[in-house]
């Protein structure tokens, strides 16, 4: 009976051990960010699946529990979402779930199978994709949505997610790195406020908190009239959602720079790619990864195959760097970071 004893307490405080490693590493992020100081940013010039597992050992957290994710399963004719090959590895080491959510708009008339604006058409384009066969797929608003609450209240009251997200303990957010129309970039803030928006959601974000049911005419023509108050507004619905599964398991966020046109996964035919690919980014702050993503295309020189120019005008014109600039204020990271080469 001793001995039985022993071995259910030596086990308890290994479990215990390894549970406080997670909460300890994404406390210390925390805390970094209000002592202002520099967060850790990991990066691979490889684009593997097996850089992918590296970088994620790196981060030093274990994903653990119910294992959320979130990616752009990417519109019906776009070819530069990440690939299902890519990152395998990382999500069946987890056990994870691929997560999305529908679309707040269409691609066109002529365009209804490459939609993902309705569940049944987003089914279509995720098992084009190659993403049935190989994981278990959740369209988080499928079933309705959920309202979470935000720091930040300057212009949404709440972030409206897809009801799903309730299921999930742990999330890693798994970025594609590149421009976007509206946002000037996507990135791993992007990918956790619009991302993990409900229909209704993006609708929230985009109008800046003025309007919470989604339509499609007056979300385009009448309300995107305030672009600070929308990048505002993703900062604040990123922070709710990072502070949701921190008030869980946890979050780590990935960003791999690949495939990097000046628009989005969610465009179907978006514009030629005119950046050479430069490898995988990781960290436990999304402020620090977001702001290393953008400090390496500033970084880039333009040579015959390899041109920043036009990715750097689409940030500027749409002032991306804002939704950065928010996310810092409001305290969801710091821009401050160092670089961790683990090639």
């Not at 994710?69 to 590895?89: A, C, R």
């Not at 009801?163 to 594609?176: C, V």
Request: proline share 3%; hydrophobic share 35%.
């Amino acid at each position: 009976m001793k001995k039985t004893f022993l071995a259910i307490i030596a086990v308890t405080m290994v479990f215990v051990g390894c549970k406080q490693k997670t909460v300890s590493a994404q406390s210390q992020d925390q805390t970094k960010v209000q002592n202002g100081m520099e967060a850790t940013v990991y990066m691979t010039r490889d684009i593997s699946p097996e850089a992918l597992v590296k970088i994620y050992h790196a981060l030093g957290v274990e994903a653990t529990g119910r294992v959320a994710v979130k990616i752009s399963t990417g519109e019906g004719s776009n070819p530069n979402y990440l690939k299902p090959e890519l990152i395998k590895d990382l999500v069946q080491l987890v056990d994870g779930t691929i997560v999305e959510c529908n679309t707040a708009y269409t691609s066109g008339p002529f365009n209804k199978k490459d939609d993902r604006n309705t569940s049944a058409n987003h089914w279509k384009v995720i098992e084009r994709h190659g993403f049935k066969p190989l994981f278990k797929v959740d369209i988080m608003d499928e079933e309705g949505e959920m309202r979470i609450p935000v720091q930040d209240t300057t212009h949404i009251k709440y972030d409206i997610v897809g009801s799903h997200m309730e299921n999930y303990d742990f999330m890693i957010a798994l970025n594609h790195f590149k421009g976007h129309p509206m946002g000037g970039y996507g990135g791993a803030l992007k990918n956790l406020s619009i991302g993990c928006a409900s229909q209704n959601g993006k609708a929230y974000i985009h109008s800046a908190g003025r309007m919470e049911k989604l339509n499609m005419m007056k979300l385009w023509t009448k309300y995107v009239d305030n672009q600070d108050g929308f990048l505002e507004s993703m900062a604040a619905a990123a922070q709710a959602v990072t502070d949701f599964f921190r008030g869980k398991q946890g979050i780590i966020y990935i960003s791999v720079m690949n495939n990097m046109s000046i628009d989005c996964d969610c465009v179907d035919h978006p514009e030629p790619v005119k950046l050479e690919d430069y490898g995988i980014l990781a960290s436990t702050d999304p402020v620090a990864l977001d702001q290393a993503c953008i400090d390496i295309i500033n970084n880039q020189k333009v040579t015959a195959t390899n041109d920043p120019t036009d990715l750097l005008k689409r940030i500027n014109k749409q002032h991306g760097i804002h939704t950065i600039e928010q996310a810092a204020a409001i305290g969801l990271g710091t821009r401050k970071y160092k670089i961790v080469s683990i090639d």
